[in-house]
């Protein structure tokens, strides 16, 4: 089966800066990657995805890069705020539609002020 | 619209009883999901529906049972419940995938289960 791997874990970037977090995945036929965006004590909720047939998908401050040659998939946060700070999950669906998502273990994002 | 919603948000079971978790969407979505997360280990999916009275397993299977009798809503079954599956369970919901578009996952707001 489908296995996504998460980096870093945890990360802390002064407010203003960029966050970079990384996801690697093992399925070469998964074809859809979404980011979910939790805030303690709440639900997941979808911020971003990319389906591989784009390379790079834009929204606002938020970006995804996709490289299907080498299977690994970004989120980048520029100009960050103090309501950044949540976990984030990439995730990866190795059939066309999206019935089965595999799960990044998440990154703990701390704006500093 | 309330969206996703799971009864009960929070549940303290001992080794052994058994209990049902419920969820109820009513955006009309065709395809409901199971997922538990745990601290380090991200959300993984138990088992999910594509349709009323179909379901199919997913990542973690073992030791639970669902049911989609109705659209709107799934089931979650422990028979007997294990200090194992102490966890928060998420429900969520979408659409099927059309030709163009993926349909995101809508989540619900979760069941904190403790099993002692």
């Known amino acids: 089966g489908e296995n996504v791997e998460q980096h870093p874990s945890t990360l802390s970037v002064q407010e203003g800066d960029s966050a970079v977090i990384k996801c690697t995945y093992s399925d070469s036929a998964s074809n859809y990657f979404p980011w979910y965006k939790q805030e303690l004590g709440k639900r997941p909720q979808l911020i971003i995805d990319i389906r591989s047939n784009v390379g790079e998908k834009k929204d606002q401050r938020i970006a995804v890069t996709l490289n299907k040659t080498a299977k690994h998939f970004s989120l980048h946060i520029t100009e960050t705020q103090p309501e950044d700070s949540a976990v984030y999950f990439c995730a990866a669906s190795g059939n066309f539609g999206n019935e089965k998502l595999t799960f990044g273990t998440g990154t703990r994002l701390t704006i500093i002020p | 619209n309330a969206g996703v919603t799971q009864t009960p948000k929070f549940r303290v079971l001992k080794t052994g009883q058994s209990m049902t978790l419920l969820c109820a969407q009513d955006?009309?979505?065709?395809?409901m999901y199971w997922y538990r997360q745990d601290p380090g280990m991200g959300l993984r999916l138990i088992h999910y529906s594509v349709g009323e009275g179909t379901t199919a397993k997913g990542e973690v299977p073992d030791g639970y049972n669902v049911s989609r009798l109705k659209k709107q809503n799934f089931l979650l079954g422990l028979e007997s419940a294990a200090p194992s599956q102490t966890s928060v369970y998420f429900c969520?919901?979408?659409?099927?995938?059309?030709?163009?578009?993926?349909?995101?996952?809508?989540f619900g707001p979760g069941t904190r289960l403790t099993v002692t």
């Open positions: 955006m009309n979505h065709e395809y």
């Open positions: 969520a919901s979408s659409e099927p995938p059309g030709l163009v578009r993926i349909y995101e996952q809508y």
